[in-house]
């Protein structure tokens, strides 16, 4: 089965897993942010050009596309940096495969399990009033106050549209990720994780609420964790030049220690 990646840079490998129904689209705001790394975007089954394959996978199956390439790139180790479910996968990377994993970067995510905090019943409802009238410039603009917080600026909103708009993965594609995360629970393994790790997290995220990051701390004592004041679901996007820095650093740092 075909994964497709999109690769930009030269230096320590970075290896991006993207959030659910996102493709490589998503690291937009990163792609030319990070020539001193090599960044290594993968398309998550059934998005951009990475085929959906006959059955239902879990998210670990998942991780394990992202070995294979590594594998088919002929890269020992990379830092991982995954997004909403991309974290989801980046967990289960950094667990199964620790000696491919030089450092986990998790960004709006969650363990899974009791401890998680999902969505609110008000959002739940919105996100499914919003599915229901399909991917549509109406219902993509009705979903930024999910996304990004009222100081974000117009240019960026509607360059975010543009790109949601033309990059629509099929809906088994929606169900079959939707699914796999539903099972996902990483919450009584994780704290066997050693390595380091970079939490961030948008303060005012409704879609994986903020109080999943204190769990993660929790499991993760040895991490590093930033927080963004203000910030909603997408905040690696809305404060991408921030952001951007905090990775580097954290990746350069760790890569030459």
């Known amino acids: 089965m075909h994964t497709h990646h999109e690769s930009s840079g030269d230096g320590p490998p970075l290896l991006l897993f993207n959030g659910l129904g996102f493709s490589h689209w998503s ?11 090599r960044l290594i975007a993968i398309e998550n089954r059934g998005v951009g050009g ?16 992202g070995a294979r390439l590594l594998d088919r790139l002929g890269i020992a180790r990379a830092h991982v940096w995954g997004v909403s479910m991309g974290g989801m996968i980046a967990q289960e990377f950094a667990l199964k495969h620790p000696d491919r994993c030089a450092g986990l970067i998790l960004g709006c995510t969650l363990a899974g399990g009791a401890s998680a905090t999902t969505m609110s019943a008000q959002t739940i409802e919105f996100m499914t009033r919003l599915a229901r009238e399909g991917l549509t410039d109406a219902s993509v603009r009705g979903a930024m106050r999910l996304n990004f917080s009222d100081a974000a ?25 939707r699914s796999a995360t539903g099972r996902f629970d990483v919450s009584s393994r994780l704290s066997s994780y050693r ?22 701390r929790g499991l993760l004592p040895q991490a590093q964790v930033q927080e963004f004041p203000g910030a909603r679901h997408l905040f690696w996007i809305e404060h ?18």
């Open 195 to 216: 390595g380091p790790a970079l939490l961030m997290h948008g303060d005012e995220d409704e879609v994986v609420p903020s109080a999943n990051l204190a769990v993660l």
């Open 240 to 257: 991408a030049e921030q952001v951007n820095q905090i990775v580097r650093d954290f990746v350069m740092t760790k890569s030459y220690q």
């Open 27 to 37: 690291w937009s705001w990163q792609w030319q942010a990070f020539p001193e790394l």
């Open 153 to 177: 600026p117009q240019e960026l909103i509607d360059r975010y549209i543009r790109l949601r708009m033309s990059h629509n993965p099929p809906l088994e594609t929606w169900n079959w990720q």
């Open 50 to 65: 990475s085929e959906l394959g006959p059955e239902p996978f879990d998210l670990v199956d998942l991780a394990d596309d």
